[in-house]
């Protein structure tokens, strides 16, 4: 078992930038792979960034390549995304979620590979 709990969200103009943070209690962070998802107004909640175990491997969404890095620190049981070059349509509830599943050095990119979800934290993009 292992609790979420999302940081950083805020409103930004377009072209800057946020750090979100995700915190996870318990003493096994580092045998969890991890994700970030969104879901903006209206829409399904969609994939952004996965991370491995030990953060050697990651993988992104088509529309966050290059703008954005997802990154984790098994010290601090805490998992970040870096997002720069924000555009309005990068506005949404942003989730951490937790994957018990996919063996080392390799991530979870499904929604139901991931049974430990945060609460979110709202990420507004104004133009």
Do not use: H
């Not at 499904?110 to 990420?123: A, C, H, I, S």
């Amino acid at each position: 078992q292992v609790q979420l709990v999302e940081s950083g969200g805020g409103l930004v103009q377009a072209g800057g930038s946020l750090r979100l943070s995700c915190a996870a209690s318990g003493r096994t962070f580092s045998s969890y792979a991890m994700g970030w998802f969104r879901q903006a107004p209206g829409k399904e909640r969609e994939f952004v960034a996965a991370i491995s175990r030990s953060g050697g491997i990651t993988y992104y969404a088509d529309s966050v390549k290059g703008r954005f890095t997802i990154s984790r620190d098994n010290t601090k049981n805490t998992v970040y995304l870096q997002m720069n070059s924000l555009k309005p349509e990068d506005t949404a509830v942003y989730y951490c979620a937790a994957s018990g599943t996919p063996g080392r050095g390799t991530v979870a990119i499904r929604q139901y590979e991931y049974p430990y979800w945060g609460q979110g934290t709202q990420v507004t993009v104004s133009s």
